[in-house]
């Protein structure tokens, strides 16, 4: 199976499939534990905290370890939705979207390209000096790989509502584009654990100086009072293990890969859309528009094909595959398909993926 399916899911790297096992090995305990052991395992998830500290510049006091993208998201939604308003973009992930849209946040809309539509946001900042509480922006969208302008966005913000914190999502983003934590104005950072090669169901907040939220899960004292539950320290390491062995190097070399698939593209399809390409890019992402061939069809033609890819329609929200952040950019059409390439993609999936889809576009339109 060829995969280019890395913005869902991306493969363990093999240096975090290495430190899940070592802690593991130590055996089970509880970290908050007494004893030996899990004084160990203790070691191993500050270690951890210390090592993904380290790739953020920021102190490991300030990184919280959590289940995943979403827990993080709807924790610093809810924690500022408590405070105030919240603003969140037109393009955000449904953990972020879906809790704000329920406290009765304001969404602030994209221009064409994708990226958040910076006169909006300043507008909507005036008219909420006094009661917004939260901005939540992602740091790169999931589907066009759109970067956002978090500094302007933090510039904005620190000018009009200064006690307002700014949130980004950066779930994709992160090991990808640098992402400045505190020192810019981001007062906190969602991550993922199995976006950058770690496993699924670990996560981590990470708070810029001085920013507290009120706790989302509530019990035991865990991670210094901010977020109850036993810690996952093997999860925690390997997380660590994948953001520590993420290198510029990987960065170029998709980049690469990427322009190639969508050189060949172009190539062989005249009226190929690729959205948000005006804008600046994750080097893993491409979201393709085809005319007249549906992206769910493409989708399930490809994956007989021994392809993995995924879709996004311009269909209402809500539907299998639907994609807000095209129906956001005012896109039309029969929807999208996006292609994600990760550490693992390598030139010949990418040449084999490019045959295969371009087969499956002449199939349909025949
Ligand atoms: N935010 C973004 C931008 C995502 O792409 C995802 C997952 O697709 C999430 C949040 C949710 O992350 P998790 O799967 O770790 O809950």
Not at 85 to 101: F, G, K, Q, T
Not at 193 to 204: L, M, N, R, W
Request: with cysteine; hydrophobic share 45%.
């Amino acid at each position: 199976m060829l995969y280019l399916d890395h913005a869902a899911s991306t493969p363990l790297r093999p240096e975090a499939r290495t430190a899940f096992a070592d802690v593991l090995a130590l055996g089970p305990a509880n970290p908050t534990g007494a004893h030996a052991r899990a004084q160990a395992v203790r070691a191993a998830l500050e270690l951890a905290r210390e090592r993904l500290a380290g790739c953020l510049g920021v102190l490991p006091g300030r990184v919280v370890f959590t289940s995943g993208g979403t827990e993080s998201d709807n924790w610093a939604v809810r924690a500022g939705a408590s405070r105030g308003v919240v603003l969140y973009s037109a393009i955000e992930h449904p953990a972020v979207a879906v809790p704000a849209r329920a406290s009765g946040g304001i969404e602030i809309p994209v221009c064409r390209s994708g990226v958040v539509d910076l006169d909006a946001l300043e507008a909507v900042l005036r008219a909420h000096a006094s009661d917004a509480a939260l901005v939540s922006v992602m740091a790169a969208n999931n589907e066009t790989g759109a970067v956002q302008p978090l500094p302007e966005i933090a510039a904005l913000v620190r000018d009009i509502c200064p006690d307002c914190l700014v949130h980004t999502d950066g779930v994709q983003a992160f090991t990808k584009e640098p992402i400045d934590v505190g020192g810019s104005g981001i007062g906190a950072l969602s991550l993922s654990g199995h976006k950058i090669g770690g496993p699924v169901g670990i996560g981590a907040m990470v708070l810029g100086q001085e920013v507290e939220l009120e706790p989302l899960l509530l019990g035991g004292g865990q991670e210094r009072g901010r977020r109850a539950g036993t810690p996952d320290a093997a999860g925690a390491s390997a997380l660590a293990a994948a953001a520590v062995a993420s290198t510029h190097e990987d960065w170029a070399r998709v980049g690469f890969l990427r322009d190639r698939l969508e050189a060949g593209l172009r190539a062989e399809i005249d009226d190929l859309v690729v959205y948000g390409c005006e804008a600046p890019r994750l080097v893993t992402h491409t979201f393709i528009g085809i005319p007249q061939v549906p992206a769910d069809m493409a989708v399930i033609a490809c994956d007989r094909a021994g392809l993995a890819i995924s879709a996004g329609s311009s269909c209402s929200s809500g539907a299998q595959g639907a994609s807000g952040t095209l129906a956001a950019m005012g896109a039309d059409g029969s929807g999208a398909l996006r292609l994600s390439l990760g550490w693992s993609t390598s030139l010949d999936e990418v040449d084999r993926a490019l045959d295969i889809l371009v087969d499956v576009v002449v199939k349909l339109r025949g």
